[in-house]
């Protein structure tokens, strides 16, 4: 006589095993390697904080706690809402595999998150400072060959990190008599195509021709001896290229996005046109291009700068 199959009932309280299970549903739903990054990481945020002290339940109460927790570390109100994204997502997978109990679930997933007050100012270079780094650069060595073309592209085409370290040797190509960076898989798998500038096409065609690539990656790690090593880099090498070359220039506190910011705040100095430089940048949304750019607030020509009332000696 056959045993009869019993279902499994779902849980309360998931084990590190069942967390494990659930993040690799959550992390094989994302199509992007970016996506998949910053999901792998805000989810192991949360497990080894679930996990540092017995929890009665993954439930509704304990995801609440969670985001206070993030609230009292100072997290930015973007961030938490990641955060708390990414653990609705991992109480679904628990559901959908039968892991967690479906009103649990429901619970954890009527969390809301925080509420964004104001707009975060960016970091923008000045044309100034834009060029300054640029002529700072170290171009007597294959390092500094490479770090210079990282940083044209970066300043002069907005390319995001992933983008920039996954950019191949034959996506470069030339349309209506003009380089571009042809069918670029961007953020959450849009396509674009990106104009490449002359003086950065020459910039990655002098580390090129000098690294000897002529397909794949077009960027490679370098070891000790100033040889290409590897068929690609890292995003902690990209940190260091940007972090050095902000070092040389005299500028504090610059990020590989913030060339990004710095791409589309001077294509709109140069009267560049708001649709196209959306287009550029690859957003989906015209506000996020606003965002970027800084249109909702002048701050080198503020509207309190000349009120009337100022003392004659400007102090």
């Not at 560049?272 to 291009?289: A, K, M, R, Y």
């Amino acid at each position: 006589m056959s045993k009869s199959r019993k279902k499994r009932a779902p849980k309360r309280v998931l084990a590190l095993p069942d967390l494990e299970q659930a993040k690799s549903a959550v992390l094989n739903t994302l199509t992007s390697v970016s996506g998949q990054r910053t999901y792998d990481h805000a989810i192991n945020d949360f497990v080894e904080w679930y996990c540092s002290e017995p929890r009665l339940a993954f439930n509704r109460t304990v995801v609440l706690r969670y985001r206070i927790h993030l609230e009292q570390k100072g997290y930015a109100p973007n961030t938490i809402n990641l955060r708390l994204a990414a653990v609705r997502r991992v109480a679904y997978e628990a559901c959908d595999s039968g892991l967690l109990s479906p009103e649990l679930g429901a619970g954890i997933r009527r969390v809301k998150g925080v509420r964004r007050l104001g707009v975060r100012v960016g970091n923008w270079l000045t044309p100034a400072q834009g060029k300054l780094l640029l002529e700072r650069s170290d171009t007597a060595t294959l390092r500094g060959k490479r770090n210079h073309a990282i940083l044209a592209l970066l300043i002069g085409c907005g390319l995001r990190r992933g983008e920039l370290l996954s950019l191949a040797m034959d996506s470069i190509q030339v349309r209506e008599e003009h380089w571009v960076i042809a069918d670029l898989k961007g953020k959450a798998g849009h396509i674009r195509t990106v104009p490449v500038p002359q003086w950065v096409k020459a910039a990655v065609d002098v580390w090129s021709a000098t690294a000897g690539i002529t397909e794949g990656t077009v960027f490679r790690s370098i070891n000790k001896s100033d040889k290409v090593w590897g068929d690609g880099m890292t995003p902690k090498v990209l940190w260091e290229v940007v972090k050095e070359a902000a070092n040389r220039a005299g500028i504090e506190k610059l990020a590989p996005h913030d060339l990004r910011r710095t791409c589309a705040r001077l294509c709109h100095l140069a009267s560049g046109e708001l649709d196209q430089i959306q287009f550029l940048l690859g957003h989906v949304s015209i506000q996020t291009t606003e965002r970027y750019l800084g249109c909702k607030q002048r701050l080198s020509r503020a509207v309190n700068d000349k009120l009337g009332i100022e003392p004659e000696c400007g102090l």
